[in-house]
C-alpha cells in the first residue's frame, strides 16, 4: 500500500516539477494554411500562364488534350550563357497530337519566357530511347 502511494505522489509531483503550462502555437494549423496558400499560389499562376498562352496562340488548341502531352514527354534541357533550350521528345505521337503540341510550343515561345534573365525556347524532336 506505501509503495503504490509513493508512486502516485511521485506521479503527481512531476507535471508540477514542469512548471505552468504554456501556449504552444498550433504547428498543424499554419502548415494547412501555408499549404493552402501555396495552392492557390500555384493555381492562380497556372491560369495566368494559360491565359497568356492562349492569347498568343493564333489558332484554337484544346488545352486539356495538348498541355499534358507537353508536360508528359520525356525531353532534354540545354542551358548556355545566354539561353536555355528545353527539347521535348515527339516520338510515338500521332500527327495531330503532334501538331496540337506544336502550335502550343509556339505560343509558348511567342511570349518569350525567361528563368533567371535567360530567354527560354522549347524545340520539339523526335529523339531515339
Excluded at 506505501?2 to 511521485?10: G, I, S, V
Excluded at 514542469?18 to 495552392?39: N, V
Amino acid at each position: 500500500m506505501k509503495d503504490a502511494q509513493h508512486k502516485r505522489d511521485q506521479w503527481a509531483e512531476q507535471p508540477q516539477a514542469l512548471g505552468p503550462s504554456g501556449q504552444r502555437a498550433d504547428r498543424d494549423f499554419r502548415q494547412q494554411t501555408i499549404m493552402t496558400i501555396r495552392t492557390l499560389l500555384l493555381e492562380n499562376t497556372w491560369r495566368a500562364f494559360m491565359g497568356a498562352l492562349l492569347g498568343t496562340l493564333q489558332t484554337k488548341v484544346s488545352l486539356e488534350t495538348s498541355l499534358p502531352r507537353l508536360f508528359e514527354r520525356s525531353g532534354a534541357r540545354m542551358e548556355t550563357s545566354s539561353q536555355g533550350v528545353y527539347g521535348v521528345n515527339t516520338a510515338g505521337l500521332s500527327v495531330p497530337y503532334r501538331r496540337r503540341l506544336t502550335r502550343g510550343v509556339e505560343g509558348g515561345c511567342a511570349m518569350d519566357l525567361t528563368d533567371q534573365g535567360q530567354p527560354i525556347y522549347v524545340r520539339l524532336k523526335a529523339m531515339s530511347p
